[in-house]
């Protein structure tokens, strides 16, 4: 009786990509949002495949509208300017020697200028993300030999201010509860800095120097070299020094800007 011959082995099927890359599947822009928080390194891996940053923001322009809003109807423009002006020894002591007419009409000058700034501070943010993506693209590009897109790392740079809508988000909260206008700063309105507990008769220079070691701020600087990481083949240390050496510079901007008008 014949025997039927064994069918042959059949070919080993490759495992789907989807099996595969279960971890890398594309990310919502809201998923987006929530790991920068939470897991940032699956947001700006995902930022190699698309580099969209309108979601975040958007936030953080609504978040900036919100405050601005709650603070001209909650402490005034014309406060926040007295306020400033007082945080500037050598500015408050020339408008206080002038006549009463001209200081007047500079006053309301400021806080013409103050308000519309304050009313347009995302697009200036716009500006200045643009420009730290060019710094920092230029030092990863030249300077480490980085493989990255201008275009990538400006989203990054996006997504990595979301923490900064935090600050904003808690002065609207002491604000609605009812804090004193007296001495509120506009530019350092909670007090997740030193520079905070700094007021008019402290030093500028020393206020200066730690206003900028700001619990969010200091956030959004890691956020940035681990996203760096993410997106191009920099090491984690070289990012670092990058990120906090350009940060660096701009602090010693601010003392010495602070030494000079002070």
């Known amino acids: ?4 011959p064994s069918a042959p082995p059949q070919p080993r099927q490759p495992t789907q990509p989807s099996q595969q890359l279960h ?5 919502s822009e809201g998923q987006r949002v ?3 928080f939470f897991a940032p390194g699956k947001t700006f891996t995902d930022l190699r495949r698309s580099a969209s940053w309108w979601a975040p923001f958007l936030i953080i322009a609504i978040v900036s509208l919100l405050f601005v809003y709650v603070v ?17 020894p050598k500015q408050a002591d020339r408008i206080d020697r002038m006549p009463a007419d001209q200081r007047e009409k500079v006053m309301q000058q400021q806080v013409t200028v103050t308000k519309f700034i304050s009313y347009v501070v995302p697009v200036i943010a716009l500006l200045i993300y643009a420009v730290f993506a060019a710094l920092l693209y230029a030092t990863l590009k030249f300077g480490a030999s980085a493989e990255l897109k201008y ?10 201010r979301l ?8 002065a609207i909260l002491s604000l609605l509860a009812g804090v004193s206008r007296d001495g509120f700063d506009l530019r350092n309105p909670v ?3 030193l520079g905070y507990f700094i007021g008019p008769d402290g030093s500028p220079v020393l206020r200066a120097l730690l206003t900028p070691l700001d619990v969010f701020s200091l956030w959004t600087l890691i956020l940035t070299a681990i996203g760096i990481t993410c997106i191009s083949k920099v090491k ?13 510079v701009y602090v010693l901007g601010g003392v010495v800007l602070a030494a000079a008008t002070s």
Do not use: H
């Open 163 to 170: 923490p900064l809508v935090l600050g904003p988000l808690l």
């Open 34 to 36: 929530i790991d920068t």
């Open 191 to 193: 007090a997740t800095n």
């Open 1 to 4: 009786m014949a025997t039927n």
């Open 236 to 248: 984690r240390g070289t990012a670092l020094a990058v990120v906090f050496g350009w940060f660096a």
């Open 151 to 160: 275009k990538t790392l400006f989203a990054l740079i996006v997504y990595a």
């Open 72 to 88: 001209d109807q909650k402490v005034g423009f014309r406060k926040v300017v007295d306020n400033l002006i007082q945080l500037q």
């Open 23 to 27: 971890e890398s599947a594309p990310l």
